[in-house]
């Protein structure tokens, strides 16, 4: 029974550090045709989250839940910046897709299996979004991912912007690809798949999570995204996400007066910051087990923010939408 009991003590660590991927090998891709097949979203106004689609063709998926291996994804469209606002209203060829379809679309099929996420005009800008990996207890955790963009002739208010924002550690964000301020034209990055990578070493103690921005208005800009790893790492904790299922804010979207709905766990603070991982507000919630509302108005404008939630013991991350 002990020589039992060491085996499984020594083999716990190896268990809960795993590998962490998305290659978008889980669900059905799509074989997007430019007609009857393609993704639609009707709402052109509003910053919103973007949700699975059902076509004569099957449904295609834009988000997934994810398991203790696989990264989970949502995508957010902003279809009020400069490049909007039709967004897929359209109809457009985004969301898990078959290799046929990178083929057709950029001429490269995905790199790992037969699937990958394409996006093409998305008149506007979005922002897909992967479940947090903790690096805690990790000894050498390394980040790895492909992408590809068909070449074309983009424009100045094109851009991609593909980074990872840390929590819990002094690091706020780390940028992988960051196109901003810059022709895509001229960085040789075009019709072919490259490979992003990083070091994680220094961030051991930090929460990691993917955000993959793009922004584009025509039917040639695509971009597509393949092969997502996290060497090392742990999806967060049984409290973790028992405090994740406790709470939930609303409304979500909301013109910034927002109440924390609570089933009665002692929050001692939130966190709120913006995409790149700037601290926007701290607040105090002072052990309350009870709904919280906060006026938010005057510190936020439009867009969208992660507000990181505590108790004593445990975190959670939500994602809200400012009108």
């Known amino acids: 029974m002990k020589t039992k009991l060491l085996f499984f003590i020594l083999l716990l660590p190896t268990i809960m550090l795993a590998q962490i991927t998305q290659g978008f090998e889980n669900l059905p891709g799509m074989i997007f ?5 393609r993704y639609f979203d009707f709402d052109n106004v509003t910053v919103h989250e973007l949700q699975n689609y059902n076509t004569p063709c099957g449904t295609i998926y834009v988000k997934e839940t994810g398991s203790a291996t696989t990264l989970g994804y949502s995508v957010i469209l902003d279809p009020t910046t400069t490049n909007g606002p039709a967004g897929f209203s359209d109809g457009d060829s985004f969301g898990v897709a078959s290799a046929a379809s990178f083929v057709s ?68 964000t780390l940028d992988l690809l960051n196109t901003i301020g810059s022709d895509i034209n001229d960085l040789g990055i075009e019709d072919s798949w490259n490979t992003l990578s990083a070091d994680l070493s220094a961030y051991t103690g930090c929460k990691a999570q993917l955000l993959v921005e793009f922004s584009s208005n025509s039917t040639a800009e695509e971009l597509g995204i393949d092969g997502i790893s996290f060497s090392q790492g742990t999806v967060l904790s ?14 979500n979207p909301s013109n910034g ?22 601290t926007m ?15 938010l108005s005057s510190v936020l404008s439009s867009g969208l923010y992660f507000m990181t939630i505590s108790s004593e013991n445990a975190s959670t991350v939500k994602k809200i939408i400012i009108k």
């Open 281 to 295: 507000i701290v607040l105090d919630l002072q052990g309350t087990t009870v709904d919280k509302e906060l006026n």
């Open 238 to 251: 049984t409290n973790e996400f028992d405090l994740g299922n406790s709470l939930f804010v609303t409304p």
């Open 33 to 37: 045709d430019g007609s009857a097949c």
């Open 105 to 172: 679309g950029i001429g490269f099929a995905p790199p790992e299996g037969g699937q990958g996420f394409y996006m093409q005009d998305v008149d506007g800008t979005i922002l897909m979004s992967f479940d947090v990996v903790d690096l805690a207890g990790t000894t050498n955790p390394q980040f790895s991912m492909s992408y590809i963009l068909e070449a074309t002739g983009y424009e100045a208010d094109d851009f991609v912007k593909i980074s990872i924002k840390f929590t819990d550690c002094a690091s706020s």
């Open 257 to 278: 007066l927002i109440t924390i709905k609570n089933s009665g766990v002692a929050l001692s603070n939130a966190v709120v910051t913006d995409i790149n991982g700037r």
